[in-house]
DNA sequence: ACCCGACCTTGATCAAGATCAATTTTGCCC
DNA sequence: GGGCAAAATTGATCTTGATCAAGGTCGGGT
């Protein structure tokens, strides 16, 4: 068996994949066992309460984070407080500007968040020696960008209503990929204001676009963060 | 010499260096010269009149095009034609989402625009050899990521007066970066309607909003596209 | 179960920017 | 320079979403 590139799902080696599974989700398949052992000499576990801050706009930065479990919330702030969210980071991404030593923007826990904990240094140094893990960060960059991208049409040119619906449509067909039919179920990963802050609109406007996707049938609410999605057809119509 | 690691201004192979500045401006740095042989036998230059559309959305993608000159304006539209431009390019910035067969956004020429169109397999190979124009690519990568994160509050969350504020003073920095002092004159890159999908406005609130800088004192303009920036201490003041 | 604060919803009003409609200016071709 | 189409400006009006202001609901703690 090839060690270096063994599976979370179907390594044969408990030991390692253990430690892989715990402390490197998603560098798995990218590193040797040297290199996992001079990553787990330099790498600590963290947990984040929802809410925490794991990097602060405008500040140095020593270290990146690779996501183990839950939602990263990446933000912007205008001098006057105005905020706007400018991604979402999922297990495994890996958090954090790399080769630039201050960071462009606050990083924050959305949900709880369980993170490895990796300097900059020793990362840099893997990325240089493997190829592997080094396409996997530059496809993250990609699909981040593609994804800002996407968003900013959604920012410039979409309504209310299609801001709303896509946002929901992104969250229902990000949380559960390979499901079919025509409903999904789903806690929202955020708050109002959040979604608020992340379409560029007010609180108010998102939750009357809320109640009005209800009223037509098209979700249902309850608990405020339990959506129930009913037609992903006529959702996807919404969405401009 | 080291020829693997020359460049363009301070290249002392005349023959070399006419063929990199000519056909591969800004690879130039990362080849050794059986590398730019190789370069050299598969690309082609190519000229593209303002207006011209180098890679339509959604179609197949066969190459990639290293600017040379020029300015190229990245957009997406929706179906029922509402336009967002995603980003603007510079020589040496290559065109082109790497590793996807099919485009996710309209390249077109906003300038008249010179590129050197290298095709796919070509550029990856020596992607996956050379490290120096990896982390080229790589870096791109991540400065367009910050610019399009950058671009997500100025949509999201700034006023009208604020949105035109900082693409003046955008163009203004970008096109002169070293330049000192309170003014800046230079030619607009691109129309009005440009200007406004850019900015997620209509032609008409941004021609008020420059109406209003005339007004106030902070510009001139002379010729539609001619733009002198009086005071760019104020115009940084109007930039939210 | 009850309380309290945070979060969410709803309504009334307001204002920023879109839309509609003329002009005016510019660049361009002869 | 005159003519013309495309691009830009300006004005009047309308619409969308922001703002201001109450209430209502949820969830955690005692």
Redesign the pocket.
């Known amino acids: 068996m090839d060690i270096s590139r063994h599976d979370i799902h179907s390594c044969e080696i408990p030991s390692l994949c253990k430690a892989c599974e715990v402390r490197h989700k998603g560098m798995c398949g990218a590193l040797n066992p040297d290199e996992l052992t001079l990553l787990s000499r330099h790498t600590r576990q963290i947990e984040h309460p929802s809410g925490e801050e794991l990097v602060g706009e405008s500040t140095h930065v020593e270290a990146y984070d690779n996501i183990m479990r839950g939602v990263v919330k990446l933000s912007k702030t205008l001098e006057d407080g105005r905020q706007q969210i400018v991604g979402l980071q999922f297990a495994p991404d890996l958090v954090g500007r790399l080769y630039a030593s201050e960071s462009p923007m606050t990083a924050e826990a959305a949900s709880d968040v369980e993170v490895c904990r990796v300097p900059r240094a020793t990362l840099e140094r893997l990325i240089d020696r493997n190829p592997a893990l080094r396409k996997r960060l530059m496809e993250q960059a990609l699909r981040e960008l593609d994804e800002a991208r996407d968003w900013m049409v959604t920012l410039g040119r979409k309504?209310?209503?299609e801001k709303v619906a896509s946002l929901l449509l992104l969250i229902a067909t990000h949380l559960d990929p390979d499901a079919t039919g025509e409903r999904r179920i789903f806690d929202l990963p955020m708050?109002?204001?959040d979604i608020a802050d992340y379409l560029?609109?007010?609180?108010?406007?998102?939750?009357?676009q809320?109640?009005r996707l209800k009223k037509d049938g098209i979700i249902a609410?309850?608990?405020?963060?339990h959506i129930e999605v009913l037609s992903l057809a006529k959702l996807q119509a919404r969405c401009g």
């Open positions: 309504t209310a209503a708050s109002r204001l560029g609109l007010t609180i108010e406007t998102v939750s009357r809320f109640s609410i309850t608990a405020n963060r």
